[in-house]
């Protein structure tokens, strides 16, 4: 087993490594640090040492990939793509483009983040199985229908009504929750639940569907149809076979998001103002702070092949089918 | 006769304006012509479109998603218009704005401004102001709006006249119906009489009345929207005083366009790469694998984020290749699609070698290779066509999937360009709107209603077709 995941994380580092030239690529090929800087200090018309403080403050004055004016010990490490990239790899994710500490803020924002995408994750996942559950129960029947036809229409909704919704309903015409804002401790409870709310609810048709589809597949095995024949009760069926292996496929495909939900969500935290890693990756971009959003697209992709070994990790733990190899 | 010379004169005035995304949808729609017509070549295929059509979902979703497309193509013709001649001079100047067909359809909800806010089908404005009676006296009440509701004689008929329109437009819309109704259910009797006479049986039909009824109530629509907006705001004017209605018939083009190309311009990509990495196997298999691995793995939101940064930075520092802001907001545009096709892409090349994988195993793949066929002719011959439903369906899966990512984008201010029309900025813009008392709720439940009606469709269709194509899910 832990030669296993070793050899996976030793997998991860070659598509670390693209993900990091990728990005790079993309940040200072096409767009240059001059280019940076202009943009940055806002004017058509800066003087090339405005332009050249701003660089030397930030650390992009050196040579993209090979320094030829270092000997051979910096050659190498002395470039913008050490300096800004590599280093990304012990998670020294440097300073922003402000000059804040990006390490610092993301251990701090990253509990906000976690306060709403886990509970989020939670319930969501208990409700979307306890509605297919029950849509399991009666299918084949017009309620099945009913219910698919709501699961399709809750779909078609964009994410962004269902939060300009909750909003107008729950905070601003009827007072039951804050609109927005957050508080540490307890507090934060009174500002969660809505958020919390809307991201289950958003998620039930979707999830409801496919969760459906994979209980009705094992509802159709022969194992299911023996316990019938047997004379085992539709209930007793349905908790004691179909249940416990539909959870099989279902537990093994939420593994992967599992680590990503440190990263929290985009578009639920800024509606809330909830100062998690979703609104700080948001603000970032919007004030085109590219040292953050590079930090930001490079955890992203770790905590993202962490959830891919996780994935094949659980498949081995709830199948003894399966070996690690 | 003269006031057809002055139509043809204007005709020939105008500037036509070609801007890439225009291109790029036709193309699609006579690529999507043609593959539909090889299809139908393919007998299993052909049955296969026959369950879509004939279920019931599948036929009103597919007649509403060409209602979509139709508005969206007659959007995609653009062209400027010829400015006033200046006193001695003899050169023609064209004005800054590009306009298109439907614009021309439109022109009346176009050029119907007001000063700013007003609710559906109101005939005041939403904010007080000054005013003066004529004797002097300054008061402060909501104005009447410039542009609807003038032809009422007495402001309380105002309901009245809301009603007796509604009801005419009715009146029209079932006349219009009938006819075509009539005329079609005609033609389709005698076809079955001839049939019969020729000794056919008749095969199963399609769903007709699903169709008819569909047809119905798309008519209905636009005849109410027609007679109403003539003289009303029928979803009020926004913060400038813009007909809501206007932009959001404009952002269809927008939600078609992002669905459709997103998903085309990385589509050869998908598949070329998908295809030689299941069938040449070895090294060609791990470098792509590796490629979409390493693009999979970064977060999509935020790699279309800094892309569109960069695409702006770039607009930014090369101003003399856009002259107009259209042009500029169409490159901003396709380039949003790219990079849309690019976090998705992955998934499909995933599927797509898999499949080629399995397929190349077969039997007749096996023998071909015996007979000596060459690589290309086994992939364009016996690859190719049996993979082909895989591209379907992620092409209808990913459509409704990229309207709806484009709403949040705009939102998020990667999205499209602010000066296109677009559900996204119009949400966008309503958020503050949200907050002022009493509500400004008109422009967002526009583009809740036109958005969930194109995405609904969408997904009703991609369904059927999945259930279709998709031997698994049967």
């Given amino acids: 087993m832990l030669a296993y995941i070793i050899r996976r994380l030793a997998y991860a580092l070659p598509i670390l490594l693209g993900v990091n030239l990728l990005t790079f690529a993309l940040f200072f090929m096409v767009n240059t640090p001059d280019q940076m800087a202009r943009v940055q200090l806002g004017d058509k018309h800066v003087s090339e040492e405005a332009i050249e403080q701003w660089k030397t403050q930030r650390g992009y004055d050196k040579p993209l990939f090979i320094n030829t004016a270092e000997n051979s010990e910096g050659l190498l490490t002395d470039t913008i793509f050490f300096e800004k990239s590599a280093r990304l790899f012990v998670f020294d994710f440097g300073k922003s483009d402000e000059g804040r500490v990006i390490g610092a803020d993301i251990s701090e924002r990253m509990w906000p983040s976690l306060a709403v995408a886990l509970p989020t994750f939670i319930i969501g996942i208990s409700v979307n199985i306890v509605f297919a559950l029950f849509v399991v129960m009666f299918r084949a029947s017009a309620f099945d229908t009913a219910a698919m036809v709501l699961c399709v229409v809750l779909l078609s909704i964009s994410g962004v009504f269902y939060i300009l919704g909750g909003q107008y309903f729950f905070a601003k015409l009827w007072h039951l929750v804050p609109i927005s804002g957050y508080l540490a401790g307890t507090d934060a409870i009174r500002f969660l639940i809505l958020p919390v709310i809307i991201g289950v609810v958003a998620g039930i048709g979707g999830g409801t569907r496919l969760y459906r589809t ?34 099989i496929p279902i537990l093994t495909s939420v593994v992967v998001v599992i680590p990503s939900l440190f990263m929290g969500s985009l578009l639920i935290e800024s509606f809330f103002g909830i100062p998690g890693l979703g609104s700080y990756t948001l603000d970032a971009i919007q004030a085109q702070d590219f040292a953050i ?21 659980s498949y081995t733990l709830v199948d003894p089918r399966v070996r690690l190899s | 006769m ?60 597919f007649i509403v998603i060409l209602f979509y497309l139709l508005i969206a193509l007659l959007d ?38 007001e000063k700013t806010y007003s609710a559906p089908f109101a005939i005041y404005s939403f904010a007080k102001e000054n005013m003066q009676t004529d004797d002097g006296v300054v008061y402060r009440d909501f104005p009447r709006l410039a542009n609807a509701g003038q032809h009422l004689a007495d402001e309380a008929d105002h ?24 005329l079609h259910i005609a033609w389709r009797q005698r076809q079955q009489r001839q049939q019969c006479s020729r000794g056919l049986t008749t095969q199963q039909t399609l769903p007709w009345g699903t169709i008819y009824l569909t047809l119905s109530l798309l008519v209905l629509a636009c005849c109410w929207v027609l007679e109403l907006s003539k003289v009303y705001h029928i979803l009020g004017t926004d913060k400038v005083g813009q007909d809501v209605l206007y932009w959001s018939i404009k952002a269809i083009r927008t939600g078609v366009l992002i669905g459709t190309l997103a998903t085309l311009l990385t589509l050869p990509l998908a598949i070329v790469l998908g295809i030689s990495a299941g069938y040449f196997k070895g090294w060609v298999d791990d470098v792509v694998q590796y490629i979409y691995t390493t693009l999979s793995s970064i977060p999509g939101i935020l790699l279309i984020a800094a892309s569109v940064l960069l695409i702006d930075v770039y607009i930014e520092t090369h101003p003399e290749q856009f002259n107009l802001v259209a042009v500029r907001a169409d490159f901003k545009f396709l380039a949003l699609c790219f990079i849309l096709g690019m976090t998705s892409w992955t998934g499909l090349c995933r599927l797509l070698r898999a499949e080629t994988l399995k397929v190349s195993q077969l039997d007749y793949v096996q023998a071909a290779h015996a007979f000596g066929v060459g690589h290309n002719r086994i992939i364009y011959r016996h690859i190719l066509p049996n993979i082909t439903h895989i591209i379907l369906i992620a092409l209808v899966l990913d459509f409704s999937v990229f309207v709806l990512a484009e709403a949040v984008l705009s939102y998020i201010g990667v999205g499209v360009d602010p000066s296109m029309a677009s559900w996204g900025n119009m949400i966008n813009e309503a958020r503050s709107e949200l907050s002022r008392d009493p509500v400004v709720w008109w422009s967002v439940a526009a583009a809740f209603v036109l958005m969930f009606v194109l995405v609904l469709a969408a997904n009703l269709f991609s369904d059927r077709v999945r259930d279709a194509f998709d031997p698994r899910s049967a």
Avoid at chain 1, 293 to 313: A, E, H, K, P, Q
Avoid at chain 2, 91 to 105: G, I, M, N, T
């Fill in chain 1, 214 to 247: 994979l209980f009705l597949e094992e509802a159709n095995k022969d194992y299911v149809r023996t316990a019938r024949a047997k004379g085992v009760s539709e209930t007793a069926v349905l908790f004691r076979h179909i249940l416990p292996n539909g959870l």
């Fill in chain 1, 293 to 313: 959003v590079r930090s930001m697209v490079f955890l992203g992709s770790v905590l993202y092949i962490l959830g891919l070994i996780l994935t094949d990790i």
């Fill in chain 2, 2 to 61: 003269n006031e057809l010379t002055s139509v043809m004169n204007e005709l020939l005035s105008i500037k036509p304006v070609v801007l890439w995304s225009d291109v790029l949808i036709y193309i699609l729609v006579a690529s999507l012509g043609l593959f539909f017509y090889q299809l139908s070549k393919n007998p299993l295929a052909r049955q296969r479109w026959r369950t879509v059509f004939h279920s019931r979902a599948g036929v009103a979703s």
């Fill in chain 2, 76 to 113: 995609s013709l653009h062209y400027r218009a010829p400015l006033e001649k200046t006193e001695g001079s003899d050169e023609v100047h064209y004005s800054q704005e590009v306009h298109s067909v439907l614009d021309v359809v439109l022109t009346e909800l176009r050029n119907k401004d």
């Fill in chain 2, 159 to 182: 309901g009245k006249d809301v009603f007796v329109r509604s009801m005419k437009a009715l009146l029209v819309a079932a006349f219009i119906s009938a006819v075509i109704l009539g």
